[in-house]
């Protein structure tokens, strides 16, 4: 599997501030989820765009996808103190649903 | 409810031990994965079984063996690690469709010694 690439691989903001993160891949694919990681724990899903969509909302999260670039960005509006954490793309590439991952950006964001 | 439970959450374990690591899920998915973690790398896909049946296994050492008894359970039996196969081990758990969203337990926290 071709891995996904992101970047910046660390982000550090001041509470309040928006967040940016991207993505790259290298395949077609059917659909590209974003995922939160505590402290090498569990993914937690945040939100699934299919590759038909241009750009999803889910409360403070923005996820936009560009497949003539192969590309997609996840905001964060009005960061956090616990929106502190690793953050994952994952992508099922065309007619299969196993999930590949990108590198992760981590993410603090200073009270 | 979209909770993936895995136990334990920390083993460790000696190379020539065996141990299994447990996953459940309720949310009636019948499609369940392993990954596997290092620390500060993206989860690895491990194994895919799709209908209770192993439809990926991505070339993993035969001292990993999985399990799956039933739609709601996925087991990863391990026997004669390696140190170097200390790491955080994921179970997800999804539709099989193309377009479904995939459910990470906590994980398991291996440290082979």
């Known amino acids: 599997s071709q891995q996904g690439e992101e970047d910046p691989q660390a982000l550090s903001i001041q509470e309040g501030e928006n967040a940016t993160m991207n993505c790259s891949y290298k395949t077609s694919i059917n659909n590209l989820q974003w995922y939160r990681q505590n402290s090498g724990r569990g993914l937690v899903h945040l939100i699934l765009i299919r590759s038909n969509e241009r750009e999803k909302h889910s409360g403070r999260l923005r996820v936009t996808l560009d497949t003539s670039k192969k590309s997609s960005s996840l905001l964060i509006t009005a960061s956090r103190a616990a929106d502190t954490a690793s953050y994952f793309c994952?992508?099922?590439?065309?007619?299969?649903?196993?999930?590949?991952f990108g590198k992760g950006t981590k993410l603090s964001v200073i009270p | 409810d979209t909770e993936v439970t895995q136990t334990p959450k920390h083993l460790v374990m000696g190379m020539t031990n065996k141990k299994s690591l447990k996953c459940e899920q309720h949310m009636g998915h019948r499609a369940m994965y392993w990954y596997k973690q290092k620390a500060k790398k993206p989860p690895e896909l491990m194994f895919v079984y799709s209908y209770e049946k192993l439809s990926i296994n991505e070339s993993v050492p035969s001292r990993f063996s999985p399990e799956c008894p039933n739609s709601s359970l996925l087991n990863l039996h391990l026997h004669a690690l390696q140190p170097e196969d200390s790491a955080l081990y994921l179970c997800?758990?999804?539709?099989?469709?193309?377009?479904?969203?995939?459910?990470f337990g906590q994980g398991t926290r291996l440290t082979v010694v």
């Open positions: 994952a992508y099922s590439g065309a007619g299969s649903y196993q999930l590949t």
């Open positions: 997800a758990s999804s539709q099989p469709g193309i377009r479904a969203e995939a459910f």
